[in-house]
């Protein structure tokens, strides 16, 4: 049952969380919390992603606090690091923050930054942990994604190079150009009307699937099931409350071989809660209770309270409109 708006409203939060590292071009993540029977829900799209997109990030905090998660098959979770697009001084203190993780992710292809800079970064990670991946997040061309992915993978593997390229048809054409490098599908899936089209397409060796995006822990697990690829599950950028959402799916999922995108705590400054620790590399998959104290410090200016209360009641009207949870 989708709840009334008046009930989400009622254990509402909005937070401004500061970022230790620019990432995704944000230093501040903004996030509206809320609470409801079985818990707490995140319900944080990106400010730029439409309503049609973002009510999906709604019915996922709807099931996080009215219907709680999944049965649980292991209890911890194995996670990688994530490193932001810094020069390559940064990266020893970046990584430091992940104690135990054997898997890196690094951001490549940030605008305004070269293919010597992500050589440069993918190098100085390659010194300190063993498995390699990297996120263009869409950012080359065909031509120029077999171009870095040559250039990348001439000093050592790749576990895998996360959405090199923007669109289905691009991710096609470059696995049967460069099918020494397998690619895992990010946006194609979390941001597709039909999240399976990629991989149907033969555009993915891997999928990497994000709780709030795709709508839920359980709407996770369903494609999980249908996709036929390894999956990883990563996180949106969330709070405590939201990557407990994430580490419940992950610790939901049948088979689970990757480590999954679940760090990124690591990559805030602030947090509600006081931050799970990664201890030899994984994470505890439970559920967190945002501190008062910490909603207080961190709420966010009432400009901004009054944008994401106005936004929820759009999205809580899409999701009514579809019949989601009738
Ligand atoms: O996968 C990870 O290691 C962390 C999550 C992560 O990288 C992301 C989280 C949120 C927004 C995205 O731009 C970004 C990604 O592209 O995967
Ligand atoms: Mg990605």
Not at 75 to 92: D, G
Not at 300 to 321: N, S, Y
Request: with cysteine; proline share 7%.
């Amino acid at each position: 049952m989708l709840p009334e708006l008046e009930d989400l409203r009622a254990g509402v939060h909005v937070v401004s969380l500061p970022m230790r590292v620019r990432f995704r071009g944000i230093d501040r993540r903004e996030v509206l919390l809320l609470r409801g029977p079985a818990g707490w829900g995140e319900f944080a799209p990106f400010p730029e992603y439409g309503d049609d997109e973002a009510k999906w990030w709604l019915a996922s905090a709807i099931e996080s606090a009215w219907t709680g998660p999944p049965a649980a098959v292991r209890s911890t979770v194995q996670v990688n690091a994530t490193v932001p697009a810094v020069e390559p001084a940064r990266v020893p203190e970046i990584l430091a923050r992940f104690p135990g993780v054997t898997t890196a992710k690094v951001k490549v292809a940030e605008p305004g930054q070269s293919l010597d800079d992500d050589v440069a970064r993918v190098r100085a990670v390659r010194e300190l942990v063993p498995h390699v991946r990297v996120d263009a997040n869409g950012g080359w061309t065909v031509d120029r994604a077999v171009q870095s992915l040559s250039a990348l993978t001439s000093e050592g593997e790749l576990q895998y190079a996360e959405q090199p390229c923007a669109t289905v048809d691009e991710l096609v054409e470059l696995r049967r150009r460069l099918p020494m490098v397998r690619i895992a599908a990010d946006e194609s899936i979390r941001r597709a009307d039909d999240p399976l089209r990629v991989v149907r397409a033969g555009g993915a060796d891997v999928a990497v699937v994000k709780v709030a995006p795709l709508g839920g822990m359980r709407r996770l697990l369903t494609l999980a099931g249908e996709l036929g690829v390894p999956v990883v599950v990563s996180s949106a950028l969330d709070s405590a409350v939201g990557m407990g959402a994430g580490l419940a799916a992950a610790a939901a999922l049948p088979n689970l071989e990757m480590a999954c995108g679940l760090g990124t705590g690591e990559l805030l400054a602030r947090d509600v809660a006081a931050p799970r620790r990664i201890v030899a590399g994984a994470l505890e998959a439970t559920a967190l209770e945002p501190e008062a104290s910490l909603l207080e410090e961190l709420s966010a200016e009432p400009v901004r309270r009054r944008w994401w209360l106005e936004r929820l009641e759009r999205c809580h009207a899409e999701l009514q409109a579809i019949g989601h949870g009738a």
